[in-house]
């Protein structure tokens, strides 16, 4: 990886600020293929993201290091959804900090991840996201300071490169530079772009209870029967198919997930009755969402959520295509 000047002073360095959206996803399929020889698991799943996003602020700073400030947004900013606002690490332990670091390693940047030496660079981030949702906010989150720092530190990375030190990072980091829709392979570093995908609506919902993805993955049973599903799935949805599209919709996670908390069982049965079609776990949960046809038709389904008393809803919109990686990512 090849950098631009640089000096600890942030002579050179970008001075004005830099901000990005960093999406949410949906898995429309996920199928927990088998078990590998260094504990992940196989996957294959057509992820979309959607327009429900948090957003980052960047800002190069004389002070060494690399600082988050964290505030909620959006419904985790409201009284209803402040439920869901739980808290947000601020130190390595989250991915935003974690994926700049290895950036300024990568880079030359920093001789180690702590390294005091490493520029400064202060991040805020908006979280309108809840967090333990299956809905791939951190991952979004770390991609997206992937891509503004390269400009703010003035680095020359390719998109596939971010993607590789995503990878390090988290699981599902890889496929938020994959501009929109698309297949995920191996344990998340396999990407395969879709294209043709209707942009339909989505409601989203999450309980208040909360799920550890590895408890989930530990207690799912891998079905190397599944395989293929999800070019099925892209084919159909790519095709207009929608009522046709629906029964290739699967999460192998949601059993277990379904067993391990009553709360995702009580919303997915609440969405039926809510006249959503096919709702389903989303990544290991504990959020739930079901496909709409329309903005219409997903404003009345989670209005009747609401109603029902569930704190997180969101009315969404799929964006399966993208100009750029992270959909409307970077600007000045």
Same mark, same amino acid.
């Given at each position: 990886?090849?950098?631009?000047?640089?000096?600890?002073?942030?002579?050179?360095?970008? *001075?004005?600020?830099?901000?990005?959206?960093?999406?949410?996803?949906?898995? %429309?399929?996920?199928?927990? %293929?088998?078990?590998?020889?260094?504990?992940? @698991?196989?996957?294959?799943?057509?992820?979309?993201?959607?327009? &429900?996003?948090?957003? %980052?602020?960047?800002?190069?700073?004389?002070?060494? $290091?690399?600082?988050?400030?964290?505030?909620? $947004?959006?419904r985790l900013a409201t009284p209803v959804?402040?439920? &869901?606002? @739980?808290?947000?690490?601020?130190?390595?332990?989250?991915?935003?900090?974690?994926?700049?670091?290895? %950036?300024?390693?990568?880079?030359? &940047?920093?001789?180690?991840? #702590?390294?005091?030496?490493?520029?400064?660079? #202060?991040?805020?981030?908006?979280?309108?996201?809840?967090?333990?949702?299956?809905?791939?906010?951190? *991952?979004?989150?770390?991609?997206?300071?992937?891509?503004?720092?390269?400009?703010?530190?003035?680095?020359?990375?390719?998109? #596939?490169?971010?993607?590789?030190?995503?990878?390090?990072?988290?699981?599902?980091?890889?496929?938020?530079?994959?501009?929109?829709?698309?297949?995920?392979?191996?344990?998340?570093?396999?990407?395969?772009? =879709?294209?043709?995908?209707?942009?339909?609506?989505?409601?989203?919902?999450?309980?208040?209870?909360?799920?550890?993805?590895?408890?989930?993955?530990?207690?799912?049973?891998?079905?190397?029967?599944?395989?293929?599903?999800?070019?099925?799935?892209?084919?159909?949805?790519?095709?207009?198919?929608?009522?046709?599209?629906?029964?290739?919709?699967?999460?192998?996670?949601?059993?277990?997930?379904? *067993?391990?908390?009553?709360? =995702?069982?009580?919303?997915?049965?609440?969405?039926?009755?809510?006249?959503?079609?096919?709702?389903? &776990?989303? $990544?290991?949960?504990?959020?739930?969402?079901?496909?709409?046809? *329309?903005?219409?038709?997903?404003?009345?389904?989670?209005?009747?959520?609401?109603?029902? $008393?569930?704190?997180?809803?969101?009315? =969404?919109?799929?964006?399966?295509?993208?100009?750029?990686?992270?959909?409307?990512? =970077?600007?000045?």
């Amino acid at each position: 990886m090849a950098t631009r000047s640089f000096s600890t002073s942030a002579a050179g360095l970008r *001075s004005e600020p830099i901000s990005v959206r960093a999406p949410a996803k949906l898995n %429309l399929s996920l199928a927990v %293929l088998a078990r590998r020889a260094d504990g992940f @698991h196989e996957i294959e799943s057509l992820m979309v993201p959607v327009t &429900l996003h948090d957003t %980052l602020r960047l800002q190069v700073s004389d002070v060494p $290091g690399i600082r988050l400030r964290v505030r909620f $947004g959006g419904r985790l900013a409201t009284p209803v959804g402040s439920a &869901l606002a @739980h808290d947000v690490p601020t130190d390595a332990s989250n991915l935003v900090v974690r994926a700049a670091q290895s %950036l300024a390693v990568e880079a030359g &940047l920093a001789k180690s991840p #702590d390294s005091p030496c490493t520029p400064g660079l #202060d991040i805020d981030l908006v979280k309108r996201i809840p967090s333990g949702s299956g809905l791939g906010g951190g *991952s979004s989150d770390a991609a997206a300071v992937l891509m503004a720092a390269t400009q703010a530190w003035r680095i020359d990375c390719s998109h #596939d490169r971010l993607a590789e030190i995503g990878a390090r990072i988290g699981s599902d980091v890889p496929v938020f530079f994959a501009a929109g829709a698309a297949i995920v392979g191996g344990r998340g570093e396999r990407i395969e772009k =879709v294209a043709g995908l209707p942009p339909l609506h989505a409601v989203i919902a999450r309980p208040l209870a909360g799920l550890s993805t590895a408890a989930v993955y530990a207690r799912c049973t891998p079905d190397a029967s599944r395989r293929g599903a999800a070019q099925q799935l892209a084919a159909a949805l790519a095709a207009g198919r929608f009522r046709g599209a629906l029964p290739l919709m699967h999460n192998s996670l949601e059993e277990p997930a379904r *067993s391990m908390c009553a709360e =995702v069982a009580r919303l997915l049965d609440h969405f039926a009755r809510a006249g959503a079609a096919h709702p389903l &776990l989303t $990544g290991s949960g504990s959020g739930c969402f079901a496909l709409m046809r *329309s903005a219409t038709e997903a404003r009345r389904v989670a209005a009747r959520l609401e109603m029902a $008393g569930w704190p997180g809803v969101f009315a =969404v919109r799929l964006a399966p295509t993208a100009r750029e990686p992270l959909a409307a990512a =970077v600007r000045g």
